[in-house]
C-alpha cells in the first residue's frame, strides 16, 4: 500500500488519472479542466509517467514539440481505485453534494449502473475494466462516457 500511496496518494495524481482516463490528455486541457497551475500539472506528469501509468505521445508537426497523455494497461487498472473512491464518496456526500459531483460508473457490457461495486458490475457478473466501463459526470457530461482505452 505504501507504494501505490507514493504514487496515487497525492490529489492531483487522482484527479489527472480520473480526467486522462475519461478523454482529456493534452496539458492545455488538462490544466484547464482541473484549474491548476502549469508547475503542479508538470510535476504530477512527469511522476505518474515515471510510475508507469502514463504514457507521453507527441502529436501536432509544429517546431515547438507538443505532447499528449495517455494511460498505459496500468493506469487503466486505477479505474477501480477511482471507481471506489468515487462510491465511497457517494455514500458518505450530502444530496446536494452528489447533485453536482458524482461519478456514476457504468458497465458498458450490460448498460447497467454499477453502484454496489467499484470492480464488478453485479447484473452481468463482469469485470469493471477500462474497455468496458463509462462514467457518467452530471455536471460535465450529459452521457456516458466510455474509458480511454490504454496504450499498449
Known amino acids: 500500500?505504501?507504494?501505490?500511496?507514493?504514487?496515487?496518494?497525492?490529489?492531483?495524481?487522482?484527479?489527472?488519472?480520473?480526467?486522462?482516463?475519461?478523454?482529456?490528455?493534452?496539458?492545455d486541457e488538462l490544466k484547464t479542466v482541473l484549474q491548476v497551475a502549469d508547475t503542479v500539472l508538470s510535476k504530477r506528469?512527469?511522476?505518474?509517467?515515471a510510475a508507469g501509468l502514463l504514457e507521453k505521445v507527441p502529436y501536432g508537426g509544429t517546431?515547438?514539440?507538443r505532447f499528449e497523455y495517455r494511460s498505459t494497461e496500468a493506469g487503466a487498472d486505477t479505474a477501480a481505485v477511482l471507481q471506489a473512491l468515487a462510491r465511497w464518496g457517494a455514500r458518505h456526500a450530502t444530496p446536494r453534494e452528489l447533485e453536482w459531483t458524482a461519478l456514476r460508473v457504468?458497465?458498458?457490457?450490460?448498460?447497467?449502473?454499477?453502484?454496489?461495486?467499484?470492480d464488478y458490475c453485479l447484473t452481468c457478473r463482469t469485470p469493471l475494466q477500462a474497455a468496458r466501463t463509462g462514467w457518467v459526470r452530471p455536471a460535465r457530461w450529459e452521457e456516458t462516457k466510455p474509458l480511454a482505452a490504454p496504450n499498449t
Do not use: H, N
Request: net charge negative; glycine share 6%; hydrophobic share 50%.
Open 106 to 118: 457504468y458497465c458498458l457490457a450490460c448498460g447497467q449502473e454499477a453502484a454496489e461495486s467499484a
Open 45 to 49: 506528469l512527469a511522476a505518474l509517467t
Open 63 to 65: 517546431s515547438r514539440p
Open 1 to 27: 500500500m505504501a507504494r501505490c500511496l507514493d504514487i496515487l496518494g497525492d490529489p492531483w495524481a487522482l484527479l489527472i488519472m480520473r480526467e486522462v482516463l475519461s478523454g482529456t490528455s493534452r496539458f
